[in-house]
């Protein structure tokens, strides 16, 4: 092994260069501090890890669930792509889930799941994610850990700064990455500067359903718009917004967008908006795009086109839009616990910009502006900024908080956590990451209450760290120890996909609510059966609808005859059990979809049209007792013309 | 039907006969001349699986689970007796038939065989009651080791499913 692991350092001598801080190896703590960091990653055979840690599944386009300190992962969560693990996106339930104005979209590539809040605190309802490629924010339950509604975002191109949530759930934020033509139009790329345009969407949260609507859409300037936060506390009703590409260069961004000194970091005052729209500001324009929502009794999801979405130009609303000059093309825009403290990392500068939320109202209130964007206010960058953080490091990019007045920052080139402190801005520690990190993640971190006991560092380049699977490998994660002054590596540990950020909750907050079955009772789906006894099937032209009940260990029916060659056949199955973890899987021999994973209580759907006559079987996918195996049937498929009646059975002689 | 086959040389004679059987006499299928497996483990078995578990009367036995005690009134509540009759059509037929042993046995009767609290903590906790008790771990094994779903009824639930039970 040890050969092993000298071999790939040469290889990854280049990686490690960047590096700029010694320690790299990771394996220098002597041997007792091995073992003490051995158990504080430990969790017993059957007990439960302190956090849930939900990581965006990145190109996956899903949303994984794992628990800390353990790194072990509890389950994926199909977001926005096809999953034919449960049929989501196959079956004929969630199918409506990847409609869009694109028509059906089965991938997306996912990337900022935010947790909703009360008063600035997690409150363990819901969590956001938005889908990058295809402009969509999803909602997914924290009670059924499933994905209850995805909203495609109109206007917008490359929903990067997305999907964050005010401090009650107001709103759930959305702004675009590429500027584009609004409306779309046919027209020359080189004619960007000046006629393209960003959308900054505000999608309301319904406080009791979660339902998500937008609400307005402010249009600006055509820059990028890259990550954003709300304010909170005192800058509650603000949202930060970082821009890169200012210079509005339409090709070879790579260096056309890297040219001004300083972008902008956009402050919206939503609260200013909203009263705004409320008052009949704004302005409807016809659109297009598509809202999926998805109803726990019937289990089915829904898909409508909205047609219209309104629209706000900053310009009618003086006094709600400014930019703080943030220098080096900002990524990372983070608000601290308090409110007070705006960090926009310059990723191609080495020091922290911070910016005070105090000096910004001043210098609003002082009207100390240092000339306009496209008619929006740009603040005196002096006047705004509360301090640098001369970390010595190169390419930081998101910070993160502990709730004890420290603030966390990754560095993608010089691969490392740096810890320093808000207010003065002293660098405390910093620790190498394997490597190369990208986002971290404080459980609550990005909220009034941090629980800044672990930090985990999202790592971009896994290289070395697992024993070697081809070219093509997962994502490597990071946990740090952070409750004492120096943070401590704990434990590695792969994640699916490629995530992004994330987002943790205490396992106290959402273990308990944490739903076990649908129950029977409760079932409203227009194709369920509640009792075996009205298990049948129906012909309706070519149309053949089989209503099946499960229970260990035989579905209800098993043996159906008169199916004929051409016929469209929809399997509409009930799992019956009630118990936990009881679910029965469904699978039809040469069937071009998934297989369906049926939940105790629930109702899935999926078609099977038979191209050839024979008797086909199917069975139960999921081992759901001793007699598993035994969890079979028939369907007998005749030709076109043959008149063979419709018929039924289980268990008959 | 379940069709277990211990000897190998026993399957080639049948299969022999098959292909030397007479034409007048078509075969469908095979057929093999056995003793039921429980009745063969009865010969060395205590005398008490000597009855199948079906059929054995337990009616001091009350179970295992959180049902200790049950009095029942002399006259059948038809209110709870419905109520009952709805739930068990929706949580048990898939297994237990009125006319017929299916996957479980019939429940016509079998207040004559149990104890209304060995009924209720079999409705609640079959597993635990598998794992605990004689007469439900030999019931288990007379039905194929087809396990009684848990169906995660309440008590109060339970109690009208048995007071069906005694319409029956």
């Given at each position: 092994m040890k050969k092993y692991t000298y071999q790939l350092f040469a290889l990854l001598g280049s990686a490690l260069m960047l590096s700029s801080c010694g320690n790299q190896n990771g394996n220098s703590s002597s041997g007792a501090l091995n073992s003490s960091n051995a158990e504080k990653v430990y969790v017993a055979p059957g007990e439960h890890d302190e956090f849930y840690a939900f990581m965006s599944g990145g190109y996956s386009g899903n949303l994984t669930v794992y628990g800390l300190p353990s790194g072990r992962m509890f389950k994926e969560i199909p977001v926005f792509s096809q999953f034919p693990t449960s049929g989501y996106g196959y079956s004929e339930e969630t199918k409506p889930m990847l409609e869009t104005s694109h028509g059906f979209v089965p991938w997306d590539d996912s990337h900022h799941p935010d947790i909703s809040q009360t008063n600035g605190e997690l409150d363990g309802r819901w969590i956001f994610i938005n889908g990058n490629n295809t402009p969509r924010?999803?909602?997914?339950?924290?009670?059924?850990?499933?994905?209850?509604?995805?909203?495609?975002?109109?206007?917008?191109?490359?929903?990067?700064?997305?999907?964050?949530?005010?401090?009650?759930?107001?709103?759930?934020?959305?702004?675009?990455?590429?500027?584009?033509?609004?409306?779309?139009?046919?027209?020359?790329?080189?004619?960007?500067?000046?006629?393209?345009?960003?959308?900054?969407?505000?999608?309301?949260?319904?406080?009791?359903?979660?339902?998500?609507?937008?609400?307005?859409?402010?249009?600006?300037?055509?820059?990028?718009?890259?990550?954003?936060?709300?304010?909170?506390?005192?800058?509650?009703?603000?949202?930060?917004?970082?821009?890169?590409?200012?210079?509005?260069?339409?090709?070879?961004?790579?260096?056309?967008?890297?040219?001004?000194?300083?972008?902008?970091i956009a402050a919206i005052n939503w609260k200013m908006v909203e009263e705004y729209v409320n008052n009949g500001g704004g302005k409807k324009v016809p659109a297009n795009y598509a809202h999926n929502l998805y109803d726990e009794s019937t289990h089915t999801a829904?898909?409508?086109?909205?047609?219209?979405?309104?629209?706000?130009?900053?310009?009618?609303?003086?006094?709600?839009?400014?930019?703080?000059?943030?220098?080096?093309?900002?990524?990372?825009?983070?608000?601290?616990?308090?409110?007070?403290?705006?960090?926009?990392?310059?990723?191609?500068?080495?020091?922290?910009?911070?910016?005070?939320?105090?000096?910004?109202?001043?210098?609003?209130?002082?009207?100390?502006?240092?000339?306009?964007?496209?008619?929006?206010?740009?603040?005196?960058?002096?006047d705004v900024l509360a301090g640098v953080v001369k970390s010595g490091g190169l390419g930081p990019l998101h910070t993160e908080f502990d709730g004890k007045g420290n603030a966390y920052t990754t560095f993608f080139i010089s691969s490392e956590v740096v810890k320093w402190k808000l207010g003065t801005w002293e660098v405390i520690d910093r620790k190498p990451t394997y490597y190369s990190v990208g986002h971290l993640m404080i459980p609550g971190g990005n909220s009034r209450k941090p629980f800044g006991k672990y930090v985990v560092a999202l790592n971009k380049i896994t290289k070395d760290r697992y024993l070697p699977v081809g070219p093509e490998m997962e994502h490597s994660a990071q946990i740090y120890d952070i409750s004492g002054e120096k943070m401590e590596l704990l434990y590695d540990f792969p994640t699916h996909g490629e995530p992004h950020y994330a987002a943790g909750i205490p396992a106290e907050l959402l273990a308990p609510k944490s739903k076990k079955i649908y129950r029977l009772d409760e079932n409203k789906h227009p194709y369920a059966v509640l009792t075996p006894d009205q298990a049948r099937v129906e012909r309706k032209g070519n149309e053949v609808h089989i209503y099946m009940s499960t229970i260990r260990s035989h579905f209800t029916p098993d043996n159906i005859e008169g199916v004929k060659v051409g016929d469209k056949v929809y399997f509409h199955i009930t799992n019956h059990e009630q118990d936990f973890d009881v679910p029965h899987g469904f699978a039809m021999i040469g069937q071009n979809t998934s297989e369906l994973l049926i939940m105790p209580g629930q109702t899935k759907s999926s078609v099977w049209e038979p191209k050839k006559p024979g008797v086909w079987p199917f069975y139960c996918t999921d081992f759901c007792s001793a007699l598993h195996q035994e969890m079979q049937g028939y369907v007998r498929v005749s030709p076109a013309d043959s008149n063979i009646e419709l018929s039924w059975s289980l268990g008959e002689d | 039907m379940k069709i277990r086959?211990?000897?190998?040389?026993?399957?080639?004679?049948?299969?022999?006969?098959?292909?030397?059987?007479?034409?007048?006499?078509?075969?469908?299928?095979?057929?093999?001349?056995?003793?039921?497996?429980?009745?063969?483990?009865?010969?060395?078995?205590?005398?008490?699986?000597?009855?199948?578990?079906?059929?054995?009367?337990?009616?001091?036995?009350?179970?295992?689970?959180?049902?200790?005690?049950?009095?029942?009134?002399?006259?059948?509540?038809?209110?709870?007796?419905?109520?009952?009759?709805?739930?068990?059509?929706?949580?048990?037929?898939?297994?237990?038939?009125?006319?017929?042993?299916?996957?479980?046995?019939?429940?016509?009767?079998?207040?004559?065989?149990?104890?209304?609290?060995?009924?209720?903590?079999?409705?609640?906790?079959?597993?635990?009651?598998?794992?605990?008790?004689?007469?439900?771990?030999?019931?288990?094994?007379?039905?194929?080791?087809?396990?009684?779903?848990?169906?995660?009824?309440?008590?109060?639930?339970?109690?009208?499913?048995?007071?069906?039970?005694?319409?029956?």
């Open positions: 924010i999803a909602r997914i339950s924290l009670t059924t850990f499933e994905t209850e509604e995805i909203i495609e975002v109109p206007n917008s191109a490359g929903n990067h700064s997305s999907s964050f949530v005010t401090e009650n759930t107001e709103y759930v934020v959305a702004g675009t990455r590429f500027s584009v033509p609004i409306p779309q139009r046919d027209m020359p790329i080189n004619e960007y500067k000046g006629n393209f345009q960003g959308a900054l969407s505000f999608i309301s949260v319904d406080p009791e359903h979660g339902h998500m609507d937008i609400k307005f859409q402010i249009i600006m300037p055509g820059f990028n718009y890259d990550l954003s936060h709300p304010g909170r506390g005192k800058s509650h009703g603000w949202f930060f917004f970082t821009t890169y590409n200012t210079e509005e260069a339409n090709s070879l961004q790579e260096v056309n967008s890297s040219q001004n000194d300083k972008d902008f829904t898909s409508t086109m909205k047609k219209e979405v309104l629209t706000v130009n900053p310009l009618d609303v003086p006094g709600a839009v400014f930019f703080l000059p943030t220098p080096k093309s900002p990524h990372g825009c983070d608000v601290d616990p308090s409110g007070e403290y705006i960090i926009g990392n310059g990723k191609l500068s080495a020091d922290l910009t911070v910016h005070s939320f105090d000096n910004m109202i001043a210098a609003i209130e002082g009207k100390k502006f240092d000339g306009e964007a496209y008619g929006i206010p740009i603040l005196k960058f002096e | 086959i211990h000897h190998p040389i026993l399957i080639a004679s049948i299969l022999l006969l098959i292909s030397c059987g007479g034409k007048e006499e078509k075969k469908e299928g095979f057929g093999i001349d056995r003793s039921k497996s429980t009745e063969k483990s009865a010969e060395a078995a205590p005398a008490i699986d000597q009855v199948p578990a079906s059929q054995r009367i337990t009616l001091d036995d009350k179970g295992v689970g959180q049902i200790k005690d049950i009095t029942l009134d002399a006259e059948i509540n038809k209110e709870m007796a419905a109520a009952g009759g709805a739930l068990y059509k929706t949580n048990c037929t898939a297994c237990h038939k009125l006319d017929k042993r299916f996957i479980g046995p019939s429940p016509i009767g079998i207040l004559e065989r149990r104890s209304p609290e060995w009924i209720m903590n079999m409705i609640l906790d079959p597993k635990l009651m598998t794992e605990q008790d004689r007469c439900a771990k030999d019931l288990l094994i007379e039905f194929n080791g087809a396990a009684m779903s848990n169906q995660n009824l309440t008590v109060e639930e339970t109690r009208s499913i048995l007071e069906y039970f005694r319409t029956l």
